[in-house]
């Protein structure tokens, strides 16, 4: 076998190896499912009166929402890529695979490639149940395709991130916060459940700069889908070239952390 | 058995390795000739792990070399990675896995095709008596099942040479003499093995030479016969019936015994260093017969690494040392 053939078929067995042993964990269906329903259901009913405004609400604010806790969901699976390196280092199994003739990448591309399989599985989850209350898909197939590998590209970046926190952090224990605990300020202070202009001062200037705004805002455009009625629209560079503003960040996060989580990977020995 | 022809597999020479202040190896040294077992015998802490990780190029060193079948460990660690076999101190075993998933993965890893990783998953299942829990997920094995199957993975690739990290450590009794059954197969199918062991009975049992670590130094080498009979052989151990009878006990076992024989006045026991066995401990009981002194228990006692520790350093293995 060549050497790229190698990494490739290394690659694809790691993330098959991980797709299994997330789907074997109890805790993957609520995590992969009612969670993310249970968001849509309390943002689109219990926050969606206030949030939308009065004339605005309902189903506006819905079809608003959307795009955002899609990204959301998606975004927040990296934190498998996190708790799945911690795991491997405490119990030996990064030592194995680094006592094997197999490639050093391939463990942090199975590792940040399972995410997005398993993201692809939430998203028709979360698509059923979207529609189920409203939200319709406005513009053409093929932009709605491009829409979906839109928060793709942004949550497989964001993996990335959770491999090299996965491979710095001392413990499970702490894993488990620490693969979280980022996606709460990267997701809300952003346009993924308000109106980004409604946001006051410095956090308005975060969200308008922020990526996850950008592929929120991105995707939302390919689905077709427009703010409620009577709401600002966005403004400034990055709401305007949202798709391509989305796509360098998520580049650029994969060119500084891909390296990074190699290096770490390299060096890391297991407790 | 003359193995100097058919080559060295594995070579180490001068190791050396630091944690911060700690020097976990200080110029180890060993040489394992193809085909043959290697115990290396040490307390905790002595530096066996150590010298496993680089050997299997997890680690490197802070100087010194080492070539494992023909590859240097700094210089062509692939080359080292296609050739070994390693079963960590702590069972590498991917739990959400079945037992025959786990092995299959490890053989896509070695770059077997699918066909022929899925056929060498299912031998070693069979051969190590996991074919029964196969296809169950590893969650629900017991220590000396998931050990077996941590073994079996260090073999998929058929390695020419296998490291086990302290491979009974853990398991009880049963799981201890299963797991030896095991690695004494390995050996006939002529491996060379590097096993690392605290216990010099299970090195007695599985391999040709020993290699003592103590503070990441060898402290003595050489087959475990050699090394027994350096701890000055078997210990013989009796327990009288009443506390009167211990001098007299003590008499008979101070003629029979090679050493000063001691004692334990509340356990009502004696012991005392034998250089002939069985035969010692027949003509003891005989003797104390004669005298009717009733005794309660008899043994003999294999010499442990805490009495090899003690001839070789002059101290137990859990006493620590100012450094
Ligand atoms: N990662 C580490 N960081 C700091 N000290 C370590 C580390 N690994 C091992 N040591 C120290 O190095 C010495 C040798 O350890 P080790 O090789 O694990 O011994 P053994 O396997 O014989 O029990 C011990 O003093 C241990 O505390
Ligand atoms: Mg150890």
Redesign the interface.
């Known amino acids: 076998m060549t050497s790229m053939t190698k990494v490739l078929s290394d690659s694809g067995v790691i993330t098959w190896r991980n797709v299994v042993n997330v789907r074997r964990n109890p805790e993957w269906l609520l995590g992969a499912t009612v969670f993310p329903i249970m968001f849509v259901l309390l943002f689109a009913y219990v926050f969606g009166g206030a949030i939308g405004g009065p004339g605005g609400g309902g189903l506006a604010y819905r079809e608003f929402l959307i795009a955002g806790i899609f990204a959301q969901t998606v975004a927040f699976n990296s934190s498998y890529t996190v708790i799945g390196f911690a795991n491997d280092l405490q119990k030996g199994i990064i030592d194995r695979f680094r006592s094997l003739p197999m490639s050093r990448f391939a463990v942090i591309v199975g590792r940040t490639t399972a995410d997005q399989v398993l993201s692809v599985v939430v998203l028709v989850v979360l698509s059923v149940c979207g529609l189920a209350i409203g939200w319709r898909i406005r513009g053409s197939v093929v932009d709605a395709v491009l829409g979906y590998l839109m928060i793709l590209l942004f949550a497989f970046a964001l993996s990335w991130v959770g491999a090299y926190i996965g491979l710095i952090t001392p413990s499970v224990e702490v894993a488990n916060s620490a693969g979280l605990i980022w996606m709460f300020p990267l997701t809300f202070i952003s346009s993924a459940f308000v109106p980004q202009e409604s946001l006051p001062g410095v956090l308005r200037t975060i969200a308008d700069w922020n990526p996850f705004t950008a592929a929120v805002n991105a995707t939302r455009d390919l689905f077709g889908n427009v703010s409620p009625p009577g709401w600002p629209e966005p403004s400034g560079w990055p709401a305007e070239n949202a798709a391509l503003y989305a796509i360098i960040s998520s580049i650029a996060i994969i060119a500084i952390f891909a390296p990074l989580a190699t290096a770490r990977y390299r060096r890391v020995a297991s407790k | 058995m003359s193995d100097t022809d058919k080559g060295v597999a594995v070579r180490a020479r001068g190791l050396v390795k630091n944690y911060g202040m700690t020097r976990a190896l200080d110029g180890v040294d060993l040489e394992i000739p193809t085909g043959q077992v290697l115990g290396l015998l040490g307390p905790n802490g002595a530096g066996k792990t150590t010298t496993v990780?680089i050997l299997?190029?997890?680690?490197r060193p802070d100087s010194g070399e080492a070539e494992v079948a023909g590859h240097d460990v700094l210089t062509d660690p692939?080359g080292v990675?296609?050739s070994?076999g390693?079963s960590?101190?702590?069972?590498?075993?991917?739990?959400?896995?079945t037992g025959f998933?786990n092995l299959y993965?490890?053989a896509?890893?070695?770059?077997q095709r699918k066909a022929q990783a899925r056929r060498r998953s299912r031998e070693l299942l069979a051969r190590f008596r996991l074919d029964e829990a196969a296809d169950r997920?590893a969650k629900g094995y017991s220590g000396g099942m998931r050990r077996r199957l941590d073994l079996a993975?260090a073999l998929v690739?058929s390695p020419s040479v296998v490291v086990l990290d302290e491979p009974t450590t853990g398991l009880d009794p049963r799981g201890r003499i299963e797991m030896w059954e095991v690695i004494e197969q390995l050996v006939a199918t002529g491996a060379t093995v590097l096993l690392t062991t605290q216990y010099l009975e299970e090195a007695d049992r599985l391999a040709d030479s020993v290699v003592v670590i103590d503070r990441g130094k060898v402290i003595a080498e050489g087959t475990p016969d050699e090394l027994k009979n350096q701890s000055g052989g078997e210990r013989l151990e009796l327990v009288v019936g009443s506390a009167e009878e211990l001098p007299l006990a003590m008499r008979v076992l101070g003629e029979i015994g090679s050493g000063e024989p001691t004692v334990d006045g509340r356990a009502r026991r004696v012991d005392v260093l034998v250089d002939t066995g069985t035969k010692a401990l027949v003509e003891a009981l005989r003797r104390l017969d004669a005298q009717n002194v009733v005794v309660q228990d008899a043994g003999l006692h294999r010499p442990t690494l805490d009495d090899v520790f003690l001839s070789l350093t002059g101290r137990g293995t859990g006493e620590e040392v100012p450094s």
């Open positions: 990780r299997t190029t997890l680690l692939d990675r296609r070994i390693l960590g101190q702590y069972a590498a075993v991917d739990e959400n896995l998933e993965l490890v896509r890893l070695y770059g997920p993975g690739g």
